[in-house]
Every structure is written in structure tokens, then in C-alpha cells.
């Protein structure tokens, strides 16, 4: 069979001028809160998670106000710890964990893959409500009843010692935990069963691939994490003495149980991020990725080995040396298929045709600021240096670049780049710049500071600190406004633009992809005609030739 | 109360010198990193911005297979050294030396209770002798704690039910602060201590001052009726 | 144009459905291996640092229930098979007595490990202030016990209304199919839900007895 140039095909099968889309399927309450179209659900997760980025940010807030000075009195100590804890369980878990899969990846990957929705489109609207009520009622649980454990529930601390709603607010995560595997579920039978005629596997664009090993990672951890929490709850509802070393329990098998899901949990969460920005990169340099297969080995791996490195978060928690010796090489190793792809990234600017449009802005960003989180992961990896270093501030800057500076990042990358395509509407690139490169400043002035504060000595956790730290404190407080005005930016200009925004084509970027051959926004069934695929992703040039770019449909 | 630093943390211990060598190498090679990748984008975005008149050949198959698998295996090997010169400092600093003052410590919310060979007991406070390596014995009655020196680049999790170990040598004298480094409630944040690194002379002297005092005080309370 | 080439207009093909079902189904059995699999995990832990304490506890396990509702779950999960195979060949009748055996099977593990669950609370080998026995370790063995044989009647009792959706759906007209598709999808449950309990059996009953 003989490619057809593309020049000579007659032009895609124009929708009707007034295709109807998908928000106009009915304007009930009921119709949204009971649909089983993956478009609508998507845009439901994307209320709740936004909900929820807010109440997580607000106790970042008043974390940052009471570290302004060293023996703050903004709040108590024991206010303090349970701000922290709400802080880091709502981000993980009702933040960032749902964000990029449940929104984008419920949106675009039926798109993507030219399917008219998910396999299971009735468990999709459970495990939003799944996720939304037990999130809820997590929240609700924290803030009547004070937990102060931390997001990571220590034994025998959380156990034994902590008043306040433990049990509650274990069970209200464990329930939310099914709405993540649910999704998994979902994801994983979707791309198995439902590609259209001619989408290989290897033709399949990099965030659907992004998504299929983060459902992978999504599935098989999570389970653990629900098994860690029942124990925590048996031990504080029925007495069983399993972290309670004075009754033949040990306080260190939590941390290995825990830490078998939350080390998984976090290549949950950049997983996705990687394949926004593979797809926003590409688009905004016209032209294809670097090293499709190699960005595509390289996410199944970091999702493989991330299943082996969980120990990292314990060398001096007592484990033996060799199992430290064990889970730093691996934790090294992990790293390289990372390194990969961030030289791909950047390899795919090379004798391209850039632009610096928001989403754009937002993927370079996230490569630079995943790079650094990245590599001061390596520090961390290395144990003398982890020694000193975990438990303090440094650590809290590693996973802050990686989690706020890298998926963060990615999140806003493709909130701007599917705008068009979700809503129907053109959102206003100046004020979108303006808030990207805000975040940016305010991001770095955050938490690079928080580098400096964890090697000079600063512990984690801490309401209080020694006065020599201050300096830094007042620098990444300063930041954390900044970044707060960053965010708040975009609920002003993509409101607007959702009342007074111009009204987008199909495909306002020219991107390839399947989901910019259909309307924006998309009509219920996503495409007019099932759509029938003859070439790979990315194809913004024929013949691996730049200064060939192909005709895109507009 | 001992104070730290702002920035750089002091180098109080044999094994601080050679760990942050480790830490500046790895900062080294994180900033070498961190700016050609920051140079490639930056640089590819100006010179091939749209509309710019950079070259846009044909790209080559061949090269990029092979740029691919070059920094693939770079990649790799650049890592496990690394690795293993991490790893290599890590197994050094495994095991203590045969001769070591071994001090108790037991850690309990929200306080360090320490206890030298000699029997003399503190209370968030640890005085130690210069140029002596020093063995840690701990436990803890509670919850985790974690001892934490900066200065001493030393840490371990305080595990009830467990004895955990912690060895270094001073090898500075001056005061250093203790912290508890792993989350363990309302009064995480004021577990602190003072460690006082003393000369081996000042140390016996010490030593013998308290034990006295102990003794006056013993013999004091048995009298009491 | 990107990737598509439109060249005729074409209606949706309904994707395997058959398959889909399957393979979620497989996916979720993954995650419930993984959940059981992380408390035996503990259980193995435990055990292994305090084996005296287990020991004692195990010993208190009362075999004669757990060996007769393994016998029970065994013969549940040939007639499961026999209704899921009755669909290929169309036999409702086969279909019906198969679920219907099925479901007296499951309600019958539940009764038994009711009057099981009985004598464990006569006995006070419930985990709590008249814990029956002095070694705490016994109480941990006894607190796993209550866990893993709750979790497993928890899924048990789910599996039940599985069955008697199955049951009900052979009453309505659905296409052989669909019917087909459901009965592959419960069975895969129910012998999940075997298949755990074949473990709890020899890790708590038979666990350390031979001595």
C-alpha cells in the first residue's frame, strides 16, 4: 500500500457549520452530574481538583505566613501540624494525583485514539463521584477533626500517639484510592480495545502513552496504599498491635508498605506531565518529537523500575545497608530513562519553527525546572548526602520542583493548549504569558531558597525554626505570593475568555493529532466520521524534513 | 543555644569533608547540567524562533539513532559512577572503629535524653571530646524520632523498640545544634539540643566535675528522710 | 493533514465489547491480588518476628469450619464454571441451576463462617480488652484473622449480588452475547474470591498446626 502524499488529499469532511457539540447535549444539573460522556466527566474532575488546588493552597498560604518569622505566632504548633498534613493530603491525592489523567487524559485520550468515548463510560461517572465524595468528605474529616500525622502517617505516631480523626480521614483516602484504580481500569481497557482502524500501537501520540503507563503505576500501587491505611485503621479501631513494637508489631513495616504505593505515586503524577509537554513541544516547533520509540521505552520504564525504588525514602530509618545500597542504584537508574527524555525535549527545538505561546512557555518551563528537581533527586539518591540531607527543607524543594514546577507546569500547558478545543474558545495570550512567566519567577523564588535552608541544616516539619534560617524563609514566603497571584491569574482570564473569549476553529494551533480533526468543542460521539489512521504522530513535516512542513487542516 | 549557619553548615566531623565533597561534585554536575540544557533551549529557541533564517535540513535518520543511544549509554554510565562513588563513601563509613565512646541516648517526646559511659546523664545536651570517635546507642520511648547533628553530616531515625546506631568523630571544637529531624508531634519543632565538642582535657575534666556533683547529689537524697 | 485519512464516510464499529470486559476484569483482579497480597505481606512480616505468639493464636483456629467452607468454596467454583460454560451452548436451564448452586454454596460459607465467627466471640478471641489469650502476638494473629476472613466475606457477600444480578439478567431478554459477556466477568470474580480464600485457608488454619 502506497502513502498518499499528502498534498493531494481532498480536504477532511468538513462537520456541518453548526455540529452540535457536546456542552449542548442537554443543560440540566442532572445532565451533568449524571453523564457517562467522558467529555463532561472530565470537565467535572477538572471542578473538583480545582476545588481542591485551593484549599491545598490556602494552608501553603498559611504555612508560608507563619515561617516568615522564626518563632511564629500566626498559628499554634498544633494547628500548625495539622495544616501541614491537610497541605500535603489534599495536594497528593485530591490534587495532583486526579489532575492531568482525569481531566485531559478522560478528555483526550478517546479523542486521540479516534474513539467515541472510554470502555467503561458508567465506572467513569462512578469514580468521579467516588473521588469527589470521599475527597470531600476527607476534608471535611481533617478539618472538624484536626489530623496531624503528616500526609505520610508514621507509625507508630499516627497510630498510637495522634488524636484527631485518623481513622476517618484513612478510610475517606482509601475510598477515593477506587476512583484512581477505576480510572486505571478505564484507561488501560480503552487503549487495549478501542483504537481506531490504522492506530497502531506505535503511532499512538505520547500522552496516550503517557496515560497507559501511568494507569499501569495507577492499578497496581494503589491497592497497597489501601491495604497501608486499613492497617492503620485496624490498629487504631481494633487494637491490633502491628506497629507497636511493644507488642510484637514493627513501626518500619508501615514505612515499607506505605512508601511500596507513594514512591509509584509520584511517577503517577509526572508520568502524565511528560506526555503533555510531548505533545505541546512538537506543535510549537512544528515539528516531530526526537526519539518517539526511546520517549516511549523510556516512560515504561521509569514506570517499572519506580515499582523498586520505594527504600529511598528510608536510609536512615533503620533498614539495612545493603538494602540502602539496593535502592540507591536502582533510584540512579530510574533517573536515566528521565535524562532521556528531557534530552528529547530539548532535541526536538533542534531546526524547528518555535513559537512562545503560553502552553509552549509552560512545557520549556517544566523541562528546566524537571531538570533541576531531577537532578537534585540524584543528590538524594546518594546516600552520605541523603543522610543529611532527608527530613530537612532540601527534600522538600526536591519534590516541590518536580510536583509544582514540573506537573504543575504541565497541568497549564495543556489547560492552554486543549482550551480551544474543551470550551470552543480562544483564551488571551498576553495575560496567559504574563501569568506563565509569573509563575515561573514566583516559583523559583519559592523554592530554590528551600535548597539552600535543607543543606544549611533546616529540618522539615518544623512550626518553628532556629533564627539564622529566617533570611531564607522570608525569600520563599515572598515567592509564594507571587506564585499564589500566578494562579489566581487564570480563573480571571479563562473565565473571561469562556463569556467574551473568541470563538476557536477546529484547529487553532494547526496541530496534528486526531482531537484537532474534529470541531471545537467536540460533538458528543467526538467525530463526526470514525477517522481511519495512516501515518504516526506529530507528522509536521514529511519525510523527516523540516523545511517540508506538511498542510494542516485549519 | 548553639546556632547554625545561614548557608554553608560547618564541617565538625571527619566524615563531614569528604560527604560534601560528594554534595559540591554533585552540585557541580547538576549546575554543569542544568545550564546546557537551559543553553539548548534557550539557543534553539532563538535561532530556529519562526521566521528566523537558520538552516532547517533534512534531519537525518542515522544521527539521531546513534545521538540517541550516545547519550543513552552516557547517560548510564555517567550514573553508576556516581553511584558509585556515593556508594563507595557510604560502605567507608559503615562500620565504627573498634575503640569508640559509646553514649546512650534515648529520645521521648519532646526531649533527648543522653547518657555518657560514665554514668553522668544530660538532658538535651551532649558534651564530647575532640578527635574521638563516638558511637551512638539509641532508642526511643515513643513515637520516631530522628537525631540529626548538620554539622556532624549525621542522621538516624529513632525507633521505639529498636536500637538503632550512629557513629562520627568530632573534629572541631565548639557548640553544634541538635535537631529531631522526623515529624513526632506538638513539640517536634523545639526538640533540640546542644552538642558541646570539648578538648579531650576539658572532656576528662568535665567528666569528673559532673560525676562529682552526681555523687554529692546521690549521697545528698539518701541522707533525706 | 495529520494522521487521517478520511476516504469514505463509515458508521462506529462496536469495539470488543467481549474483550473490554474481559480484560477490566483481569485488571481489577490485579488490584485486589495486590491489596490481599500487601496484608499477607504484614502477616508474613509478623509472623516471621514473632512465630511463638502466631503459633499460639493459630492453634485456637477452629479447622474443622475452614476446611469445610474450602470444601465448599471448591465445589462453588465448579458450578460457576458450569454456568459460564452452560452460556456457550445456549442452556438457560444449565445457566439457572449452575447460579442458583452457586449462590446456596456462597450463602452457605457465609452461615457456616457466621456460626464460626460465634464460637470465636464465646471463646473472647476478638481482639480487645477479654482477648483470650496472654500473648500479644496472639492477639495480632487473631486481629489478621478477623481482617483477612472479614475482607474476604466483605467480597464474598459483593460476589453474591453478582450472582443474583446474573440470575435476574437470565430473566431478561438479553442477547446471548451480553449474557455471555456478564457470566465470563462474574465468574472471573468468584474465583478471584476462591482463590483468596484458598490462601487464607492454609495461612491461618493450617499455618504452624503440623508441629
Known amino acids: 500500500m502506497t502513502d498518499i502524499p499528502f498534498q493531494s488529499l481532498p480536504e477532511a469532511p468538513r462537520a456541518p457549520a453548526t455540529v452540535k457539540s457536546y456542552l449542548d447535549e442537554g443543560h440540566t444539573l442532572a445532565s451533568w452530574l449524571f453523564t457517562t460522556d467522558h467529555k463532561r466527566i472530565a470537565i467535572l474532575y477538572a471542578i473538583g481538583i480545582t476545588i481542591f488546588f485551593f484549599i491545598g493552597g490556602f494552608a501553603a498560604m498559611l504555612i508560608r505566613i507563619q515561617l516568615l518569622t522564626p518563632n511564629g505566632t500566626i498559628v499554634s504548633p498544633e494547628l500548625y501540624n495539622r495544616i501541614f498534613t491537610i497541605h500535603g493530603i489534599v495536594m497528593v491525592w485530591f490534587f495532583l494525583v486526579p489532575s492531568i489523567p482525569t481531566t485531559m487524559g478522560n478528555f483526550f485520550l478517546p479523542l486521540m485514539i479516534g474513539a467515541r468515548d472510554v470502555a467503561f463510560p458508567r465506572l467513569n461517572i462512578i469514580s468521579f463521584w467516588i473521588f469527589f465524595l470521599g475527597a470531600l468528605f476527607t476534608v471535611v474529616c481533617i478539618v472538624s477533626g484536626g489530623v496531624d500525622t503528616g500526609w505520610t502517617f508514621y507509625t507508630p505516631y499516627s497510630t498510637l500517639y495522634s488524636n484527631g480523626h485518623v481513622i476517618a480521614a484513612a478510610i475517606g483516602i482509601f475510598i477515593v484510592g477506587f476512583s484512581s484504580i477505576a480510572t486505571g481500569v478505564n484507561f488501560l481497557t480503552t487503549v487495549h480495545t478501542m483504537r481506531t482502524e490504522g492506530m497502531t500501537w506505535f503511532r499512538l501520540p505520547l500522552f496516550v502513552w503517557a496515560m497507559y503507563a501511568t494507569s499501569f503505576v495507577m492499578v497496581l500501587a494503589t491497592p497497597v496504599l489501601a491495604a497501608s491505611l486499613l492497617m492503620i485503621v485496624a490498629e487504631r479501631a481494633l487494637g491490633m498491635p502491628l506497629f507497636n513494637p511493644h507488642n510484637g508489631g514493627d513501626p518500619i513495616l508501615f514505612q515499607h508498605l506505605f512508601w511500596f504505593y507513594s514512591h509509584p505515586a509520584v511517577y503517577i503524577m509526572i508520568l502524565p506531565a511528560m506526555g503533555v509537554v510531548s505533545e505541546v513541544i512538537p506543535c510549537f516547533a512544528r515539528r516531530v518529537i526526537f526519539g518517539y520509540r526511546f520517549m516511549v521505552y523510556a516512560m515504561m520504564m521509569i514506570a517499572l523500575i519506580g515499582f523498586s525504588v520505594w527504600g529511598h525514602h528510608m536510609f536512615v530509618s533503620g533498614q539495612s545497608p545493603f538494602a540502602n545500597i539496593y535502592f540507591s542504584f536502582l533510584s540512579f537508574m530510574v533517573a536515566v530513562p528521565s535524562a532521556i527524555k528531557v534530552f528529547n525535549w530539548s532535541a526536538s527545538l533542534f531546526r524547528g519553527s518555535i513559537t512562545l505561546e503560553a502552553p509552549m512557555f509552560y512545557a520549556l518551563g517544566f523541562v528546566g525546572l524537571f531538570t533541576i528537581g531531577g537532578l537534585t533527586g540524584l543528590m538524594l539518591a546518594s546516600v552520605p548526602v541523603d543522610i543529611d540531607l532527608t527530613d530537612t527543607y532540601f527534600v522538600v524543594a526536591h519534590f516541590h520542583y518536580i510536583m509544582v514546577g514540573g506537573s504543575v507546569s504541565a497541568f497549564f500547558a495543556g489547560l492552554h493548549y486543549w482550551w480551544p478545543k474543551i470550551t470552543g474558545k480562544l483564551y488571551n495570550e498576553r495575560a496567559a504569558r504574563l501569568a506563565a512567566l509569573l509563575m515561573f519567577i514566583g516559583f523559583n523564588l519559592t523554592f530554590f531558597p528551600q535548597f539552600i535552608l535543607g543543606w544549611a541544616g533546616m529540618p522539615r516539619r518544623y512550626a518553628t525554626y532556629p533564627p539564622e534560617f529566617q533570611l531564607w524563609h522570608v525569600a520563599s514566603s515572598l515567592g509564594a505570593a507571587v506564585l499564589a497571584l500566578a494562579y489566581i491569574m487564570p480563573l480571571f482570564y479563562l473565565g473571561w475568555s469562556l463569556y467574551r473569549g473568541g470563538k476557536a476553529s477546529a484547529n487553532p494551533w494547526h496541530a496534528t493529532g486526531l482531537e484537532w480533526q474534529t470541531a471545537s468543542p467536540p460533538p458528543k460521539d467526538n467525530f463526526a466520521v470514525p477517522p481511519r489512521v495512516t501515518h504516526g504522530p506529530y507528522f509536521y513535516h514529511a519525510d523527516n524534513d523540516p523545511s517540508q512542513p506538511t498542510k494542516n487542516a485549519s | ?225 | ?211
Open chain 2, 1 to 225: 543555644m548553639a546556632g547554625g549557619t545561614a548557608f554553608l553548615p560547618v564541617e565538625a566531623a571527619k566524615q563531614a569533608g569528604a560527604v560534601d565533597v560528594l554534595f559540591y561534585g554533585e552540585v557541580g554536575i547538576s549546575v554543569l547540567v542544568s545550564l546546557i540544557v537551559a543553553c539548548l533551549v534557550v539557543g534553539f529557541v532563538t535561532r530556529y524562533r519562526r521566521g528566523s533564517p537558520a538552516s532547517r535540513r533534512k534531519l537525518p535518520q542515522a544521527f539521531s539513532h546513534e545521538v540517541e543511544i550516545i547519550w543513552t549509554v552516557g547517560t548510564f554510565f555517567a550514573f553508576v559512577a556516581i553511584f558509585w562513588w556515593a556508594a563507595t563513601l557510604n560502605l567507608i563509613h559503615l562500620r565504627p572503629p573498634d575503640h569508640t565512646l559509646d553514649i546512650r541516648v534515648v529520645a521521648k517526646q519532646w526531649m533527648w535524653k543522653i547518657e555518657q559511659p560514665n554514668g553522668v546523664r544530660e538532658i538535651d545536651a551532649m558534651h564530647l571530646p575532640v578527635d574521638t570517635p563516638v558511637r551512638l546507642i539509641m532508642t526511643s520511648q515513643d513515637v520516631i524520632h530522628s537525631f540529626y547533628v548538620s554539622a556532624f553530616r549525621a542522621k538516624q531515625d529513632v525507633v521505639p523498640g529498636r536500637v538503632e546506631t550512629l557513629w562520627f568523630t568530632p573534629d572541631r571544637i565548639g557548640t553544634y545544634q541538635l535537631l529531631c529531624a522526623e515529624y513526632c508531634g506538638l513539640g517536634h519543632s523545639l526538640m533540640r539540643g546542644e552538642i558541646t565538642v570539648m578538648s579531650k582535657a576539658d572532656y576528662a575534666r568535665w567528666c569528673a566535675r559532673m560525676k562529682a556533683a552526681a555523687q554529692v547529689k546521690t549521697a545528698r537524697n539518701g541522707e533525706a528522710p
Open chain 3, 1 to 211: 493533514m495529520s494522521q487521517v485519512t478520511i476516504t469514505s464516510p463509515r458508521d462506529w464499529q462496536e469495539h470488543d465489547l467481549s474483550l473490554a470486559a474481559r480484560l477490566g476484569m483481569w485488571i481489577f483482579l490485579a488490584t485486589e491480588i495486590l491489596f490481599f497480597g500487601g496484608i499477607f505481606c504484614a502477616y508474613a512480616v509478623l509472623r516471621y518476628l514473632n512465630p511463638v505468639g502466631f503459633g499460639i493464636g493459630g492453634h485456637e483456629t477452629e479447622i474443622l469450619y475452614g476446611a469445610l467452607n474450602t470444601f465448599v468454596l471448591a465445589t462453588s467454583a465448579v458450578t460457576m464454571t458450569m454456568a459460564a460454560k452452560a452460556a456457550d451452548g445456549a442452556d438457560y436451564r444449565l445457566i439457572r441451576i449452575g447460579l442458583i448452586a452457586t449462590f446456596a454454596l456462597g450463602v452457605l460459607f457465609l452461615a457456616l463462617k457466621g456460626m464460626e465467627y460465634h464460637d470465636d466471640i464465646v471463646h473472647h478471641l476478638v481482639p480487645g480488652h477479654h482477648f483470650a489469650l496472654a500473648d500479644p502476638s496472639a492477639e495480632m494473629f487473631w486481629g489478621f484473622y478477623w481482617v483477612l476472613t472479614g475482607l474476604h466475606a466483605i467480597h464474598m457477600s459483593v460476589g453474591l449480588v453478582i450472582i443474583g444480578r446474573a440470575y435476574w439478567l437470565t430473566r431478561q431478554n438479553l442477547k446471548l452475547d451480553e449474557l455471555r459477556r456478564n457470566l465470563d466477568v462474574s465468574s472471573l470474580y468468584w474465583h478471584l474470591v476462591d482463590c483468596i480464600w484458598f490462601v487464607i485457608f492454609p495461612v491461618i488454619y493450617l499455618a504452624g498446626r503440623s508441629g
